[in-house]
């Protein structure tokens, strides 16, 4: 108890014993405590020094010690000084010590919260409203130099489409490697399969997936922008561009696996759909169906995309089955990575 006050451990136990009885020598209380006489006798003497007892006054028949025993400082009788006088300045001292320890531990908190706000924000950094967005997002794909990784995912909050295709052709024009993961939703929008065959004319690569998990455009690998939810910002458009960081690596990481398991999406050059011919290989127009169907299109949807009817995708799927043998379309889509179709 004594040690929260700044005593130690010997020091304790001497008061102690000591406040068992009104007066003891070292000699006495070596005994109860079992602690060597010269060392409560040393214990004693800082005790007095400290204010934590006093020496009681000698009768004059204890003047010398026990018989046969000289008289010294381990005969010496002391008394304890009342605690509420003796251990109010220890009292103190340690209230100030943990008042000082308090201020330090506020002021290291706020040093490091600081740090770290400084830190994040190197990393990350928030834009609000539709104009700020569009803003960075065009300085993303006109300031890249070597490479544009893209996630598509339904329809465009913040930039419009015809804005994100001439930021596309900008970089394609400068030789960008640009890939972009397509969800399928993305190309629900109208005249969306005419612009995506001009952006593969151009040199983008594309393919596509059921879902994603988010959008994203990466720039050089050295940027990225991801839009935040809206809710979180008032129910404006918003963002974060994340700079060169561990989270940067995961997100490109992301995308190489997103893009890995995409499934290419083909198209012709000229913009005029093949018919099926007579051939042991699909046909560019073919190609394309294959490509929606693999990605989850029904037959319906592909039709729409494409700008065909129904049957003729039907007539298409039939015909791809026949070149692959396979029953079903879960053998075709087998047989057409097998061949290297796609």
């Known amino acids: 108890m004594l040690q929260a006050l700044g005593l130690g451990p010997t020091e304790e136990a001497v008061y102690t014993a000591l406040m068992a009885q009104p007066t003891a020598s070292a000699h006495d209380l070596a005994r109860s405590t079992g602690i060597a006489a010269a060392e409560t006798a040393r214990v004693l003497a800082d005790m007095e020094t400290r204010g934590l007892v006093s020496v ?10 026990p018989v046969g025993q000289p008289t010294g400082s381990q005969f010496v009788r002391y008394r304890l000084t009342p605690p509420s006088v003796a251990l109010a300045p220890f009292l ?45 997002f065009h300085q993303l794909q006109r300031g ?26 900008f ?28 952006a593969i004319t151009a040199g983008l690569e594309i393919r596509l997936v059921d879902s994603l998990p988010l959008k994203m455009v990466v720039s050089d690998r050295e940027r990225a922008m991801v839009p935040l939810d809206t ?19 995961a997100l490109v ?14 198209t012709t050059t000229t ?24 990605a989850g299109f029904s037959d319906r ?22 070149l692959a043998g396979a029953d079903s379309r879960l053998q075709l889509g087998w047989h057409a990575a097998r061949a290297g179709w796609l």
Do not use: C
């Open 56 to 65: 009681a006054p000698q009768p004059e028949h204890e003047e010398s010690g």
């Open 271 to 294: 913009g005029v759909r093949a018919e099926p011919t007579v051939d042991q290989h699909p046909t560019q127009g073919e190609l394309e169906v294959l490509a929606l169907l693999l």
């Open 144 to 169: 890249a130099q070597r490479e544009l990784l893209l996630f598509l995912v339904g329809a465009p909050v913040a930039v419009p489409r015809e804005d994100t295709d001439v930021s596309e052709g």
């Open 92 to 136: 103190v001292e340690q209230r100030n010590a943990l008042h000082q320890a308090e201020s330090a531990f506020s002021v290291l908190i706020e040093q490091y919260r600081n740090t770290a706000v400084q830190s994040a924000a190197g990393v990350v950094e928030v834009v609000v409203g539709v104009e700020q967005v569009a803003h960075r």
């Open 171 to 198: 970089a394609l024009d400068r030789g960008v490697d640009f890939r972009v993961v397509a969800a399928r939703d993305y190309l629900d929008g109208p005249d969306l399969a005419r612009d995506v065959r001009a």
């Open 231 to 249: 809710a979180d910002s008032g129910g404006e458009p918003s963002a974060i561009v994340v700079h060169r960081s561990g989270l940067l690596t």
């Open 301 to 322: 949807r592909a039709a729409s995309q494409l700008g065909l009817s129904i049957r003729t995708v039907e007539r298409r799927t039939r015909r791809l089955m026949d």
């Open 253 to 266: 990481h992301l995308f190489e696996k997103e893009w890995a398991q995409a499934r290419p999406l083909h």
